[in-house]
Nanobody
Framework: QAQVQESGGGSVQAGGSLRLSCVAS????????MAWFRQAPGKEREGVAAIDGNGRTKYADSITGRFTISKDNAKSTLYLQMNTLKPEDTAMYYC???????????????????WGQGTQVTVSS
């Protein structure tokens, strides 16, 4: 069974930082292609950042330069360092893994097969 568990969300003021973590276990462990998505109230889920097995990354335009995705393969853990947070970053953040190998980092949501329950990030102005 594939399991994905996020942590690290919370409430911060604008300009602050948070680091999200995601542990993939079971059949989801050691999958090379992983990503972060987010969903704000009343909005569709959107891709935030992705990483492939070679460490190549892809970011949404809205967070480029502020967020950094990284992965510790030994711990099968994905991270999202979020700096200079803005109120519009408020959302539920989800971690997802691809069951197959990806050709480059991708934010195509339909490709991801295992999802966590999400961790809430709230940024106040």
């Amino acid at each position: 069974q594939a399991q994905v568990q996020e942590s690290g969300g919370g409430s911060v003021q604008a300009g602050g930082s948070l680091r999200l973590s995601c542990v993939a276990s079971g059949n989801a462990s050691n999958r090379p292609c992983m990503a972060w998505f987010r969903q704000a109230p009343g909005k569709e889920r959107e891709g935030v950042a992705a990483i492939d097995g070679n460490g190549r990354t892809k970011y949404a335009d809205s967070i480029t330069g502020r967020f950094t995705i990284s992965k510790d393969n030994a711990k099968s853990t994905l991270y999202l360092q979020m700096n200079t947070l803005k109120p519009e970053d408020t959302a539920m953040y989800y971690c997802a893994t691809l069951r197959t190998v990806c050709i480059g980092a991708t934010l195509r949501e339909a490709l991801y097969t295992s999802w966590g329950q999400g961790t809430q990030v709230t940024v106040s102005s």
